[in-house]
């Protein structure tokens, strides 16, 4: 039963530390808006990753950065209408 609640306690600080972990009551918006933005951080953190994609699409390396980093305000669109 100890294991359970430490298991269970260490989750809780995971989810309180990292927004991208989610919890019970993230909405499936939120967790792909997650993922989008971690996959943007990636391709700016990543130069090899980031050249790659900008021979691939003939953009500059700091056009494309500024793009990823624009996306990243709202990856998946404008949030669903919330229901009363």
Do not use: C
Request: charge should be negative.
């Amino acid at each position: 039963m100890a294991d359970k609640l430490r298991a269970t306690q260490q989750l809780e600080q995971l989810q309180a530390r990292y927004v991208g972990t989610g919890h019970a009551d993230t909405t499936k918006f939120e967790w792909v808006s997650n993922v989008h933005r971690d996959t943007y951080a990636s391709y700016i953190g990543h130069p090899p990753l980031l050249e790659y994609m900008s021979v691939a699409t003939g953009e500059p390396m700091a056009k494309m950065r500024t793009a990823f980093i624009e996306k990243m305000i709202q990856p998946v669109g404008k949030p669903p209408e919330k229901e009363d």
